[in-house]
């Protein structure tokens, strides 16, 4: 990946190797709230390996002769990792649950609660990666990164496992937004999508949402302050507490340096708030050399209308820890939910490390 802005510009990118084997990557999620003991709804923590979410809950609903779609989840976790995350599943109990056996699907835990566990229900993820392959005298470089990205942020780009294998999700998520659902469904189909789902949909206009989204913060970057400030007429958002507000006062760049606000990006769609003044004049000049308008985001349909948000341009990274074992560094970490590992590793090589989801695919190309 070509990029000329990073975060830490004092440290040079360190070669590595990540994901050589699955367990190399290990994600455990931090829930919002604990199971309240009593209700309809099993959570069961589980452990997977080899399998993304949709396919393990695909294998617990022929276990337990459940529909997929009733199975609750809070994150999407990716097949090439080691991931514990917390599932419902309702009307079963608890004992059938611990008894349930699968080579590439553990259930470790399984409390009553009263209601689904639903999207977005995720305080965080924590992370332990080893790089591998690194070069001698590798580790103050990599903890050197570290150490500046708790005190500045990561950047919250989407990185490649958002716009699939192919990387072109997001060009029929455009398709959408422009009107042409039938173009889109031929092309997918032409890809070997056989079904023309309604999450199908959802996942390539989430696609071209992050393309934007990742377009602005790379032209953010490359501003006076980039991601460490915010100006007169942003949309900051609290780390604290998800709120968000229009910035008025140029004071409010102090709580910026302090991690206490950053500036948001959009999720372009109907339901966005919009930035005032420079902000919102790049977030539309950047919309337009894309092809698309505010008033396409008006376009009416189920999926369409319900687009739009704002996200923080940088991501709050802590519990940082480095480690130096025999067969590479072993680095933990703690992000917000929704935020990319890959992301900060991606700052350690500055496009020098190689691995599965290293590029932020569909923000390449140079942004002013």
Request: glycine letters at 10%; charged letters at 25%.
């Amino acid at each position: 990946m070509t990029r000329s802005n990073w975060m830490t510009p004092e440290w040079e990118g360190v070669p590595f190797l990540i994901r050589r084997e699955v367990e190399d990557f290990e994600v455990q999620e931090v829930p919002a709230y604990p199971p309240s003991g009593e209700g309809g709804h099993l959570f069961v923590t589980i452990q997977k390996c080899g399998l993304d979410t949709s396919r393990a809950k695909r294998v617990l609903a022929k276990h337990f002769d459940l529909d997929p779609r009733s199975i609750g989840h809070a994150g999407q976790k990716d097949a090439r990792a080691v991931t514990r995350q917390c599932l419902s599943l309702e009307g079963v109990s608890v004992e059938d649950a611990l008894a349930f056996e699968h080579p590439r699907v553990q259930i470790l835990d399984a409390v009553l609660h009263g209601h689904k566990l639903r999207r977005g229900h995720l305080a965080g993820n924590r992370f332990r990666i080893l790089l591998r392959d690194l070069p001698k005298g590798s580790m103050p470089a990599v903890q050197g990164v570290l150490d500046l990205l708790q005190q500045r942020g990561v950047p919250n780009r989407y990185m490649a496992q958002r716009f699939g294998v192919r990387g072109d999700n997001a060009d029929l998520g455009r398709m959408l937004v422009l009107g042409d659902p039938s173009g889109a469904r031929e092309r997918a189909r032409a890809q070997g999508h056989s079904h023309w789902s309604n999450a199908l949909r959802k996942l390539m206009l989430g696609a071209w949402q992050s393309q934007i989204f990742n377009r602005v913060l790379e032209a953010r970057m490359a501003w006076e302050g980039g991601l460490e400030t915010v100006i007169p007429g942003d949309l900051a958002i609290r780390h604290e507490s998800g709120g968000i507000f229009l910035v008025q006062d140029e004071a409010d760049a102090q709580r910026a340096r302090t991690l206490e606000i950053s500036a948001s990006g959009p999720l372009p769609g109907c339901r966005a708030r919009l930035p005032e003044g420079p902000v919102l004049e790049l977030e539309q000049r950047l919309l337009s050399e894309d092809g698309v308008s505010q008033e396409d985001l008006t376009r009416k349909g189920p999926l369409l209308s319900r687009l739009g948000t704002r996200r923080p341009l940088r991501a709050l990274l802590t519990e940082i820890s480095l480690e130096e074992t025999t067969e590479g560094l072993l680095l933990a970490f703690r992000l917000p939910a929704g935020s990319f590992a890959t992301a900060v590793i991606d700052e350690i090589g500055k496009g020098r490390g190689e691995g599965w989801g290293l590029s932020a695919t569909a923000s390449q190309g140079e942004v002013q």
